[in-house]
């Protein structure tokens, strides 16, 4: 069965460092894939998609790749913010265009 | 602009009961779903429509029922409340189920006695 894992349940880093998130996929091949941020007691927001035929793709100081040979794509924050801290969420839809989630990575940036 | 309205935010029901969890959208989108949110769990879907009268079954449909009689709306039924159902739901929409992003509502916390 198709299988979304993003590792490390909870991430902490040093605010000015850059925050790096995994999202690996299994037994499909989407043709895109999307990050979303979620703040506690809210619903997930939009963050960035990206494209299969897209090694990556950046937004202000968000960068995200997509290694479809992996199965696996990158999310990075560079010089994270406090207000970055959230929980971050990958979804690659599988074949029949039906939004799945992973089970998010917390990301705590320390002052 | 509104986006996605679910009501109610809160809920409190004893095993047994039913009731419905509402999900209006005013953006025109084709694709509305739900959600389910645990602890350790991460987003699960439920239900989802691709168009008015459409709807089909995500990975956790059982207790469940929707429908989707005009493109605004796409209400969660259920039947006969389990203290399993409690949980955070959030309904989403999309332009269409291809390569679009979801708007989610603000989420509605069942809880099942």
């Known amino acids: 069965s198709q299988k979304i894992e993003q590792n490390s349940e909870a991430l902490n880093i040093q605010e000015g460092k850059t925050a790096t998130l995994t999202c690996n996929y299994t037994n499909y091949s989407p043709a895109y894939l999307q990050w979303y941020r979620q703040d506690p007691g809210r619903g997930p927001v939009f963050l960035l998609l990206?494209?299969?035929?897209?090694k990556e793709k950046r937004k202000e100081r968000l960068k995200v790749t997509f290694d479809t040979t992996l199965k696996q794509s990158l999310f990075h924050i560079t010089a994270s913010q406090p207000a970055d801290s959230a929980t971050y969420l990958c979804?690659?839809?599988?074949?029949?265009?039906?939004?799945?989630f992973g089970t998010g990575t917390s990301l705590t940036v320390i002052p | 602009n509104a986006g996605v309205t679910q009501t109610p935010k809160f809920q409190v029901l004893k095993t047994g009961q039913s009731m419905t969890l509402q999900c209006a959208q005013d953006m025109n989108h084709e694709y509305m779903s739900w959600y389910r949110q645990d602890p350790g769990m991460g987003l699960r879907l439920i239900h989802y429509?691709?168009?008015?009268?459409?709807?089909d079954q995500g990975e956790v449909p059982n207790g469940y029922n929707v429908s989707r009689s005009t493109t605004e709306d796409f209400p969660l039924r259920l039947l006969s409340a389990a203290p399993s159902q409690t949980s955070v739901y959030f309904c989403?929409?999309?332009?269409?189920?291809?390569?679009?992003?979801?708007?989610f509502g603000a989420g509605s916390r069942l809880t099942v006695l």
């Open positions: 989403a929409s999309s332009y269409s189920s291809r390569a679009n992003v979801l708007t």
């Open positions: 979804a690659p839809p599988n074949t029949g265009n039906q939004f799945y």
């Open positions: 990206i494209r299969e035929n897209e």
């Open positions: 429509s691709v168009g008015a009268g459409i709807t």
